[in-house]
């Protein structure tokens, strides 16, 4: 396996190593790993792998059709995915014209370990706020938790929250068994 290379136009020719050489070293790569598995539910090893508090992507569509994509705290929770906006933003308004979303979630150690799921987002009937404090709580380290209850105070409180639920119609995931 090469662990090195050359990168061409920098001064003296100098060798680095590229950013995933040496976790590539400690993992399964993509090809032992096998091919991506697709179904359409969550299974019990996708689950425990959304049950990390992983950065994702949430994908809703604008009127045009082109996809608008956001950085999204999420919760995995009785084969849906949870995720918290507020009614002012466009992936709100986007769902309420046209419910059709997809989901990307990848370990941050290992990019051959990942989730897609597309489906359907609805309106979930729960607590905002309290789903929210408890996103907080799951992404936040304790001493960043003051300073996003100030911030969240700043923008007017939590009275526009809702959460949203996407049903999976299709589960694709890689690397994880």
């Known amino acids: 396996m090469v662990t ?22 400690e993992r399964t790569n993509a090809r032992a790993s096998g091919p991506a598995v697709e179904g359409r539910s ?25 996809p608008q994509i956001t ?12 995720f918290t906006t507020t009614t002012k933003r466009i992936k709100f308004r986007n769902q309420q014209r046209d419910p059709r979303a997809a989901f990307c979630a990848a370990d941050p150690a290992d990019m051959y370990r990942w989730v897609t799921v597309t489906g359907t987002l609805s309106i979930d009937g729960r607590d905002p706020r309290a789903f929210y404090r408890g996103l907080a709580e799951r992404y936040l380290a304790p001493d960043a938790l003051a300073a996003w209850q100030a911030r969240v105070a700043a923008e007017g409180g939590m009275d526009d929250r809702t959460v949203l639920r996407l049903t999976p119609k299709r589960v694709r995931a890689m690397g994880l068994g």
């Open 71 to 82: 950085m999204m705290w999420f919760r995995y929770e009785d084969g849906g995915l949870l």
């Open 4 to 25: 090195r290379r050359r990168v061409l136009g920098t001064a003296l020719g100098a060798l680095v190593t590229p950013p995933f050489a040496a976790a590539a070293d």
């Open 42 to 66: 969550i299974t019990p090893a996708v689950a425990a792998f959304l049950g990390r508090p992983l950065a994702s992507q949430l994908v809703t569509l604008n009127t045009k059709g082109d």
